[in-house]
């Protein structure tokens, strides 16, 4: 609020007084302390805004100054958030389970098991029973989708299985 902003408003109040004191003369008090009341306004209002226009625009230290500098964050890959998103969900229930984590960790595991010369379907005494559980060429589709899905033990489990080869 500048200075004539100010001026203006607080004549304007006075204005409004001496209607108000002409018009309703029975009510002065309630008259007087809104007069009061936006006259105190006024003057927070102008006080506030000398201080502010008396302060530095800039009260960063350099080290706030450096950290807001720094580069933003290299987008993540669509397919680290596609898996991140199978193994949450895979928690949850036995259809994401079999239909969305499943997939990735028979492709980890095919792959790995090949490096070794041997065949998914062979692959049940290098891999840990977690993970035989999970990517097994027979393993049932559930008949239940809305059952719970692995727990996030038993994934890190097969996850470190299928490392480990």
Avoid: C, K, N
């Avoid at 506030?48 to 706030?64: F, V, Y």
């Avoid at 049932?140 to 299985?161: C, F, K, M």
Wanted: hydrophobic fraction near 50%.
């Amino acid at each position: 609020m500048t200075g004539a902003r100010s001026f203006l408003l607080a004549s304007l109040g006075t204005v409004a007084l001496a209607v108000a004191l002409v018009w309703r003369p029975g009510d002065r008090s309630l008259a007087l302390d809104a007069y009061a009341g936006l006259l105190g306004a006024v003057a927070v209002a102008a006080v506030a805004r000398r201080q502010l226009a008396a302060a530095p625009r800039e009260r960063r230290s350099e080290i706030e100054r450096l950290l807001a500098a720094r580069p933003p964050a290299e987008p993540r890959l669509p397919e680290l958030e596609r898996l991140e998103r199978a193994v949450e969900l895979a928690t949850q229930t036995s259809f994401d389970a079999h239909f969305r984590l499943r997939p990735a960790l028979v492709q980890v595991a095919e792959a790995r098991l090949a490096l070794r010369g041997v065949a998914l379907e062979d692959g049940e005494p290098l891999l840990a029973p977690e993970a035989w559980a999970l990517v097994r060429p027979d393993r049932p589709r559930p008949e239940q989708h809305r059952l719970p899905g692995v727990s996030a033990s038993e994934i890190r489990a097969a996850v470190d299985s299928l490392a480990a080869l």
